[in-house]
């Protein structure tokens, strides 16, 4: 079963019809203010999916955007939202070194968490140091450890009824505390009036602590600023489940 394939792309941008993607990409061009009083102009978006975060950091804030992602069929579909303006390549976030250099860096949406070994975050965080300028903003989410651990993940169900679209998503979550992983079972249904159809998709999610990120940045070029709760401009705590670290290339 493949991530964010083919069949899940379809209602990607349905699934997540609620979330706030302009108010988050507001929250990420204030840290960036925030930690960074130089103007910046070139932005690389990892893990950019259909570009919704893209588009306002394209659009409002007139960032040169390059868009990153492993799923043709992603990209397929911010191409077609985000027009000419919008530079993509398909590639592994791990994988991928850029010749040309950039001063902003995002990976939003919890895309970090994808990274689920050592030699992927370190191959991942070299690999973006090369194609950074010295002294640019690196920001990313992820899940946080101890709030994890401490308010565990269970099953979800949700539903969608938009614009004639009918599914349901079931996640069943399995933890390791091990390997600090989450492994997410993604059982989908698309109801097309008397039919369904089924599909499903495993993600596995590693999560981090602040102690961890350091551990992984150390050698890489790429220095741990801070780490704060998600949307929040205080330090995280065990009651966030999501964390975001704000990073320097040095």
């Known amino acids: 079963m493949s991530n964010f394939g083919e069949e899940y792309s379809k209602i990607y941008d349905a699934l997540y019809g609620d979330k706030p993607y302009e108010e988050e990409a507001d929250y990420i061009q204030h840290l ?117 651990l401490k308010d565990r993940p269970t099953i979800r169900v949700r539903e969608i009824d938009l614009q004639g679209l009918k599914a349901k998503r079931v996640s069943t979550p399995t933890l390791d505390e091990k390997k600090k992983t989450v492994n997410v079972n993604f059982k989908t249904t698309i109801y097309k009036g008397h039919e369904e159809e089924e599909f499903e998709e495993e993600h596995l999610m590693k999560y981090f602590s602040k102690e961890d990120l350091e551990k992984y940045m150390m050698g890489t070029g790429i220095e741990l600023i801070d780490v704060l709760g998600w949307m929040s401009d205080e330090k995280v705590t065990d009651e966030n489940w999501y964390g975001v670290a704000i990073c320097r290339a040095v």
């Open 32 to 148: 960036f203010e925030r930690y960074e009083k130089e103007p910046a102009l070139n932005l690389i978006d990892l893990g950019c999916g259909t570009g919704r975060h893209t588009k306002y950091f394209l659009n409002k804030y007139r960032y040169n955007v390059t868009g990153v992602d492993l799923s043709a069929e992603m990209l397929e579909v911010a191409k077609t939202n985000l027009g000419d303006k919008f530079n993509a390549i398909q590639a592994d976030i791990s994988e991928v070194k850029l010749e040309q250099l950039y001063n902003r860096a995002v990976c939003l949406f919890h895309v970090f968490s994808y990274l689920t070994t050592e030699s992927k975050i370190n191959k991942f965080l070299k690999n973006l140091r090369f194609s950074l300028e010295k002294g640019s903003l690196f920001i990313f989410d992820f899940w946080h450890g101890p709030a994890v």
